[in-house]
């Protein structure tokens, strides 16, 4: 029996995926039940998660031994391990892929986060985790940042699906979604079929009110009191008015009419920093079709048990989204700077998390190599 709440979420047009992945996870059944149950359709995946994963329990150690056996690096025993459970994932999860034509089922992992400034680099570690997972109904996660633009052209043009990830502001959307349009153009160019092509464009939210809320504090007026816990999922309205333009475009109907599926927003970052805010703001009010909402196991817990759907709560709100952005301008806090910072501090993060997973990997390897 599918959850209410979750149902409501999915007949809505709201596709809802998990924002996590570890092998007892999908051994255990618990993914499948979660398929079940909650519906869920889609597994993305990050370097923080991989990390906690690895740290959590001994699922790893059969796999880290027989690593450590070959001399393997640690670079590729973390390439070895973190494709081993994207491949079972996309495995458990294709019943759903061939259900919606492709559109969900899908699961995404994420290139090294060192080389995000890198377009060469992340282009070809991209081709090589593809080639790796080897299931149809992955997706590659490519930072949004500068250098990430052409990667993400680069990587669609052979046909593979992607995650465009760690988007926080409307120009870099657009950016993006003229990265999808340019890359599936070389993709029909080089001979693909575009409907095979898939595409999400990862828009973070929550991060943007714990920076922005940070910043009225330090104002302290009553008018920044009032516009706290509003920024995050008015970005994230106005990059629907954004993707709602730009397919409706005869460019993109060019496209459409050879097979190409629109680039979907996917709201990320959707669990709630600041408890004084309700823990289902960020999927409830950000409800809309054509969407996914990537959801950590605690945010989906809570849509299930009293996230109640009130239909569309975006596409009505243009207005009023634009006005917080505008009054935040008026008191002084630059959107410019807030959206710059969070992407190098998104990268930073990730990089960090990464460094911890080569870390724990190393110290089980080298534990392995003892025995």
Same mark, same amino acid.
């Given at each position: 029996m599918s959850n209410d709440n979750t149902q409501a979420l999915s007949d809505l047009g709201v596709s809802i995926w998990l924002d996590d992945l570890s092998r007892p996870l999908i051994n255990g059944g618990d993914l499948q039940k979660l398929v079940d149950d909650k519906n869920v359709v889609g597994?993305?995946?990050?370097?923080?998660?991989?990390?906690?994963? %690895?740290?959590? =329990?001994?699922?790893? &150690?059969?796999?880290?031994?027989?690593?450590?056996?070959?001399?393997?690096? +640690?670079?590729? @025993?973390?390439?070895?391990?973190?494709?081993?459970?994207?491949?079972?994932?996309?495995?458990?999860?294709?019943?759903?892929?061939?259900?919606?034509?492709?559109?969900?089922?899908?699961?995404?992992?994420?290139?090294?986060?060192?080389?995000?400034?890198?377009?060469?680099?992340?282009?070809?570690?991209?081709?090589?985790?593809?080639?790796?997972?080897?299931?149809?109904?992955?997706?590659?996660?490519?930072?949004?940042?500068?250098?990430?633009?052409?990667?993400?052209?680069?990587? %669609?043009?052979? =046909?593979?699906?992607? &995650?465009?990830?760690?988007?926080?502001?409307?120009?870099?959307?657009?950016? +993006?979604?003229? @990265?999808?349009?340019?890359?599936?153009?070389?993709?029909?160019?080089?001979?693909?079929d575009l409907s095979k092509i898939r595409s999400v464009a990862s828009f973070f939210v929550s991060r943007v009110d714990t920076e922005i809320d940070k910043r009225l504090d330090e104002i302290g007026s009553e008018e920044a009191k009032a516009l706290k816990g509003k920024a995050g999922v008015a970005n994230a309205r106005l990059a629907y008015q954004a993707f709602e333009e730009v397919f409706s475009t005869p460019r993109w109907q060019t496209l459409a009419d050879d097979g190409a599926h629109v680039q979907r927003p996917l709201w990320a970052s959707t669990g709630v920093k600041d408890p004084a805010y309700p823990d289902t703001l960020y999927v409830v009010d950000l409800a809309v079709k054509d969407t996914v909402n990537t959801m950590p196991p605690k945010t989906l817990d809570a849509v299930a048990d009293h996230g109640a759907v009130k239909g569309d709560q975006v596409t009505g709100h243009y207005a009023d989204a634009a006005k917080v952005l505008d009054d935040l301008e008026k008191l002084g806090v630059s959107?410019?700077?807030?959206?710059?910072?969070?992407?190098?501090?998104?990268?930073?993060?990730?990089?960090?998390?990464?460094?911890?997973?080569?870390?724990?990997?190393?110290?089980?390897?080298?534990?392995?190599a003892e025995k």
């Open positions: 597994v993305t995946t990050n370097p923080t998660i991989f990390a906690t994963a %690895l740290s959590d =329990g001994s699922a790893y &150690n059969e796999q880290v031994a027989q690593l450590a056996a070959k001399g393997a690096t +640690v670079d590729e @025993a973390v390439f070895e391990i973190t494709t081993q459970d994207v491949h079972n994932a996309a495995e458990l999860l294709k019943p759903v892929y061939d259900a919606t034509d492709g559109q969900d089922g899908r699961v995404s992992i994420e290139v090294d986060p060192g080389i995000a400034r890198d377009a060469d680099a992340t282009a070809e570690m991209a081709e090589k985790l593809w080639a790796k997972v080897d299931q149809p109904n992955t997706m590659i996660k490519i930072p949004a940042t500068l250098e990430g633009i052409p990667a993400i052209v680069k990587t %669609l043009a052979a =046909g593979i699906s992607v &995650n465009v990830t760690l988007i926080f502001s409307l120009e870099r959307y657009r950016e +993006v979604m003229n @990265a999808y349009l340019t890359g599936l153009e070389q993709a029909k160019e080089n001979g693909h959107y410019a700077d807030v959206v710059e910072v969070l992407e190098n501090e998104g990268v930073d993060k990730f990089d960090k998390s990464w460094a911890e997973l080569l870390g724990s990997v190393d110290s089980e390897l080298k534990k392995a």
